[in-house]
């Protein structure tokens, strides 16, 4: 988290990783439990890719189809499709020299699940459970109605519901949630195959 963190502030915009993690070894005890499954896709909505693994020990480790989790996971892959436009895998109109930002500065920050603002350039600890990560955004992005819509739509809650119903009538398979999880995760690598054949010319 720390190195996506920083490689953000430096500007690298595309970067990402396996949602768990890959590496796993069963045998000290290291394996994928549902929490971080679910805390790294959480991550992983305000990033360019939204990519899962299976990991190293399959067996060992909680996975996205698993009865369990598969809503839970369809919300976060619902979130990262509704940001599609915050977050392109291209930017159209490169600088010709660096943008000079303020990150922090004297500016107002706006905690994207309960709406409530704060000042910049403080250390803040706040609560974080789970479908909620720790989220600002600033106060004047051009993005904020975008994040606006995301809080207001309460998708952990309504479509947690929803999915349930609609996995309970697809012949056991995990059903639309399913599905709609798989073409979202399927679209991603994808589109980093067409990036890296677009590179080799």
């Not at 693994?53 to 598969?70: C, F, L, M, V």
């Not at 803040?124 to 600033?138: S, W």
């Not at 995760?185 to 589109?191: G, I």
Request: proline content about 3%; charged content about 20%.
């Amino acid at each position: 988290m720390d190195l996506v963190l920083k490689s953000g502030r430096l500007g690298v915009k595309i970067i990402h990783f396996d949602i768990g993690g890959y590496t796993t070894a069963a045998e000290f005890g290291l394996v994928r439990t549902k929490e971080l499954l679910l805390r790294s896709a959480e991550f992983a909505v305000f990033t360019s890719v939204f990519r899962t693994h299976e990991g190293n020990q399959i067996s060992s480790n909680a996975q996205w189809y698993d009865a369990q989790i598969t809503a839970d996971f369809a919300t976060q892959a619902k979130r990262f499709a509704f940001l599609a436009d915050y977050s392109p895998m291209f930017r159209y109109r490169p600088y010709e020299t660096f943008p000079k930002l303020d990150l922090v500065g004297n500016q107002k920050w706006v905690h994207i699940w309960s709406g409530k603002q704060v000042d910049g350039a403080q250390t803040l600890q706040v609560d974080a459970p789970l479908g909620q990560p720790p989220v600002y955004y600033c106060s004047g992005s051009q993005f904020a109605s975008t994040f606006q819509k995301l809080r207001l739509q309460q998708p952990q809650g309504a479509d947690k519901d929803d999915d349930a119903g609609d996995a309970g009538n697809q012949d056991g398979d995990g059903g639309q949630v399913w599905r709609q999880s798989a073409i979202l995760v399927f679209t991603c690598f994808v589109s980093v195959a067409f990036l890296v054949m677009m590179l080799r010319g």
